[in-house]
């Protein structure tokens, strides 16, 4: 399933299909502005020294729009920022495969770095999606426990 | 009434399915609903903290409960 949410200066995407960092990019892009900061997660290959196979990723949908929503909102309400991307995958994500890009722009480099690393901050403790670790031996729900 | 609590990362494995249905006092409130869950699925109280979102919005414990309201229960979130 796929939802993207369009408007001149926002483009919010929840994707089974594989990100495209240069897509993200050209969608920001515009005239007045002079800097891009794009943020990347990528799926790593280890967690505290133990070997990762894949992550699922899983997401409330609906929700996780409206608090994507909210944040890019807050972005444009924080700093002088021009437009806002954020595409985040669900379902099975390989090592090195691209689970979340960011991409924010700006007339400057300080609102498009500051407002790039807020929504990332942000989208980890507020959007409902999950990702669980599948290892050789068993599967953990991140940070569902202490 | 009964309610439909929709379930998602490890409180869906809680549950044992996507959701589940539960009795409720028609004037309930979201404390209630987390006591009666957790008298049910003693493993939510394990969890390092869960929030339960009504129509898509994070409530609080003294949010009044609907018949209708899209209810969900949401584990500590870990996107990105």
Not at chain 2, 4 to 15: E, S, V
Request: glycine fraction near 6%; hydrophobic fraction near 45%.
């Amino acid at each position: 399933m796929t939802i993207i949410i369009l408007s001149l200066n926002t483009q919010i995407k929840l994707s089974v299909s594989t990100l495209n960092v240069q897509e993200c990019v050209d969608w920001v892009i515009s005239p007045e502005c002079g800097g891009i900061d794009v943020f990347i997660g990528t799926v790593r290959n280890a967690t505290k020294g133990k070997a990762v196979v894949r992550l699922e990723f899983e997401a409330y949908e609906k929700m996780a729009v409206k608090e994507l929503e909210k944040i890019t909102q807050q972005a444009f309400d924080k700093w002088p920022v021009q437009k806002v991307l954020i595409h985040h995958r669900t379902g099975v994500l390989q090592i090195g495969e691209i689970p979340v890009v960011i991409a924010v722009a700006a007339a400057h480099r300080d609102a498009a770095f500051d407002a790039c690393r807020y929504i990332i901050d942000t989208l980890k403790q507020t959007v409902p999606i999950w990702k669980k670790e599948i290892f050789e031996d068993g599967e953990v729900w991140v940070a569902a426990h202490p | 009434m009964n309610v439909n609590i929709l379930a998602f990362g490890i409180a869906k494995d809680i549950f044992g399915g996507p959701s589940v249905s539960l009795d409720l006092a028609n004037d309930a409130n979201i404390s209630n609903l987390k006591y009666l869950l957790e008298q049910q699925y003693p493993r939510l109280k394990k969890l390092a903290t869960y929030m339960v979102a009504v129509n898509n919005e994070y409530a609080l414990d003294g949010d009044t409960i609907h018949e209708r309201d899209e209810i969900a229960i949401i584990p500590p979130v870990s996107g990105g």
